[in-house]
Nanobody
């Protein structure tokens, strides 16, 4: 397992942008898939998007495709979630997650991820 710490959450008006960061520590040279999930009040946690550790492949949920971008900075051991054109329905606690692997396509199940951050709140007002 690795240790994850999210930051960058906050409040923004609809149409605005936020960039979340996920600092990774304890990583070995074994390949990892990094993902973002979110949990809205009273709802189940849902997949947002994922990236492989070399940054060559990404995979997004349809609800955020074209608005959100996941990127990775290996030198800083940090994963980012750039969120543009935010909507009130994007309001949620956002979690960073990690698991060993290299194939990103189809990676949606949270049960496959064994490392999680504490979450960061994103609130989008209309």
């Amino acid at each position: 397992q690795v240790q994850l710490a999210e930051s960058g959450g906050g409040s923004v008006q609809a149409g605005g942008s936020l960039k979340l960061s996920c600092g990774v520590s304890g990583r070995t040279f074994i390949s990892y898939i990094m993902a973002w999930f979110r949990q809205a009040p009273g709802k189940e946690r849902k997949f947002v998007g994922a990236i492989n550790w070399n940054g060559g492949s990404t995979y997004y949920d349809d609800s955020v495709k074209g608005r959100f971008t996941i990127s990775i900075d290996n030198s800083a051991n940090t994963v980012y979630l750039q969120m543009n054109s935010l909507k009130p329905e994007d309001t949620a606690v956002y979690y960073c997650a990690a698991r060993r692997g290299s194939v990103v396509a189809g990676t949606r199940s949270e049960s496959r991820f064994d490392s999680w951050g504490q979450g960061t709140q994103v609130t989008v007002s209309s």
